[in-house]
């Protein structure tokens, strides 16, 4: 059937090299486009919870230096039970250890964690302010100052190590959870590169099942065409549509095919009149 053309859109022709380098083109930038997707995401993701165990790493650093400072200034008052000497009482740098809390709580990222920061300090100013009374108890003797440190003070430690084991238990857990947030994230970042995969081996399949049908296939019927007109004679009359160099083809070739035809019957006709000429002239020499 003709096709109809439709007033004042002019029909876009595309040759065989335009479609098929098209087709590989789009699949070429789908896949480069997944590509850049994917690495975006993955760094996006990356960065994002690197930064998370960096801050998680740090808070346990933090909360081990504070715990370390509570060791050694508890040791350094067992060491002196019994002296009777208030001079020999170590002195410690509150601020310091505020401003390493604060360093802390300004990097925590969960409530659960600045409520247990928040107990730690409350529990060093509850030991802090049980140690001042050291002072009045050291000029006691022995058994004094050992039942305060044992009954009185030593209370107070332990509760600062519990609360400071706690913060520590909360920020472990918070790292385990953003490592696996981090390998969720590197499944979830090369996700667009399987999709585009797929895609472009679909793609493929569909480039394939289009070179097949309107390529291969009108070569083999034109070849087939050929074949039967050059065994038997038979009219070559296989036709189809498109705009391509390939229906060009096929159009030239029937027209050769056509040519070749007349060809044959003009030199049959020019021989059939060259036996008749031959026949005439034999029968006038024997007249």
């Known amino acids: 059937m003709p096709r109809k053309k439709i007033k004042g859109l002019v029909p876009v022709r595309m040759s065989m090299s335009a479609k098929l380098t098209f087709s590989l083109g789009a699949i070429a930038v789908i896949l480069l486009l997944s590509s850049i ?55 410690i740098d509150c601020n310091a250890f505020l401003t390493e809390y604060d360093s802390l709580k300004n990097t925590l990222d969960s409530r659960e964690a600045v409520a247990r920061a928040d107990s730690v300090v409350y529990s060093y100013s509850a030991y802090m ?54 390998q969720d994230g590197f499944y979830r970042s090369i996700i667009p590169g399987v999709v585009s995969v797929g895609a472009g081996l679909l793609l493929v399949l569909l480039l394939l099942m289009f070179i097949l049908i309107y390529y291969i296939r009108p070569l083999k019927r034109m070849l087939s065409g050929l074949g039967d007109y050059q065994a038997s004679g038979r009219k070559y009359v296989y036709g189809f549509d498109g705009d391509d ?42 007249l």
Request: proline share 2%; glycine share 0%; net charge negative.
């Open 245 to 286: 160099e390939l229906v060009k083809l096929n159009t030239q070739l029937t027209e050769l095919v056509e040519e070749n035809v007349e060809l044959k019957k003009r030199l049959t006709r020019l021989r059939e009149e060259r036996e008749k000429l031959i026949e005439s002239s034999s029968a006038a020499s024997e």
């Open 129 to 182: 302010l049980t140690s001042l009374e050291f002072k009045k108890v050291i000029v006691n003797d022995f058994i004094d100052n050992r039942d305060w440190y044992f009954k009185r003070l030593q209370p107070r430690y332990q509760r600062l190590k519990s609360d400071i084991e706690k913060l520590n238990d909360v920020i472990y857990f918070q790292l385990k959870e953003n490592s696996e947030t981090f």
């Open 37 to 91: 997707i994917s690495i975006m995401e993955y760094r996006r993701m990356s960065d994002y919870v690197s930064n998370l165990i960096a801050s998680n790493i740090n808070c346990i650093n933090i909360a081990q230096k504070l715990s370390n400072e509570s060791d050694r200034y508890n040791l350094q008052l067992l060491a002196i039970v019994g002296e009777k000497d208030p001079d020999l009482i170590p002195e």
